[in-house]
């Protein structure tokens, strides 16, 4: 069955810089575009990240271009989250997901940008 598992979230000061990471398993890792979102309290989840199946495309939401970059190895089924800059806007429970038809995600992990 399709697991994922995000860990790196944490508390840090604005400004800073946090790696999240999300490990994969239950599928062909390397056949799929991934995914991050985040979810802050009282909001709705919002897209943050897309990463191609290769590695090679990535998009971003407007409000983190810039500052967040994601990647990806296909040879750990692992996806990243390398994020710099962080604002207290950014403050939010991180999720990746991925799209089979039917969309999976992870427990989330917390981070929280405040000084």
């Known amino acids: 069955q399709v697991q994922l598992v995000e860990s790196g979230g944490g508390l840090v000061q604005p400004g800073g810089s946090l790696r999240l990471s999300c490990a994969a398993s239950?599928?062909?890792?390397s056949s799929w575009p991934m995914r991050w979102y985040r979810q802050a309290p009282g909001k709705e989840r919002e897209?943050?990240?897309?990463?191609?199946?290769?590695?090679?495309?990535?998009n971003y939401a407007d409000s983190v271009k810039g500052r967040f970059t994601i990647s990806r190895d296909n040879r750990k089924n692992m996806v990243y989250l390398q994020m710099n800059g962080l604002k207290p806007e950014d403050t939010a429970v991180y999720y990746c997901?991925?799209?089979?038809?039917?969309?999976?995600w992870g427990q989330g992990t917390q981070v929280t940008v405040s000084s």
């Open positions: 997901s991925v799209d089979r038809g039917v969309r999976y």
């Open positions: 239950g599928f062909t890792f």
């Open positions: 897209w943050v990240a897309t990463i191609g199946s290769v590695g090679i495309s990535m």
